[in-house]
């Protein structure tokens, strides 16, 4: 019997491609050695952490952190009896990184002045995402 591969999955792989394309043309020529360790490993490294840029405008990472405050608050509810809800404010700052996935880093904020780093790993192709880590952010 065939296999049919799953029309997300497949738009990942593409995405995943032409960014890695977009970045090696962008770099000029020697770009596609520095993707690929031809300069002594100075270069950008494939699976390495990218800013997001725009995160305030970004509606993909902002509903990635209402999901991270609201599967804090469930967890919480499930631990400590409910204790301490968050209010979700805003993702301030937020970086990407392709793993089995794209595991997303947030610096989320919360309506009381709060501020939290979150980790949540997505899986487009099989419609899931979960929240990895959710601790209060080291602020300077």
Not at 77 to 105: H, N, P, T
Request: overall charge positive.
């Amino acid at each position: 019997m065939a296999r049919v591969i799953d029309p997300c999955a497949l738009l990942v792989l593409l995405v995943a491609c032409s960014a890695l394309a977009a970045s090696a043309a962008r770099d000029g020529p020697g770009g596609a050695r520095q993707l690929w360790g031809g300069d002594g490993g100075r270069g950008r490294k494939v699976g390495a952490r990218t800013e997001v840029r725009h995160v305030e405008e970004n509606r993909e990472v902002q509903d990635l952190g209402r999901y991270s405050v609201a599967e804090h608050n469930r967890r919480q509810r499930e631990e400590e009896g409910g204790r301490g809800r968050l209010e979700f404010d805003r993702v301030v700052s937020a970086q990407r990184q392709v793993v089995a996935g794209i595991k997303y880093y947030l610096r989320v904020a919360a309506a009381d002045d709060r501020v939290f780093d979150a980790v949540v790993v997505i899986k487009p192709w099989l419609q899931s995402r979960a929240l990895l880590r959710f601790a209060p952010a080291d602020v300077e």
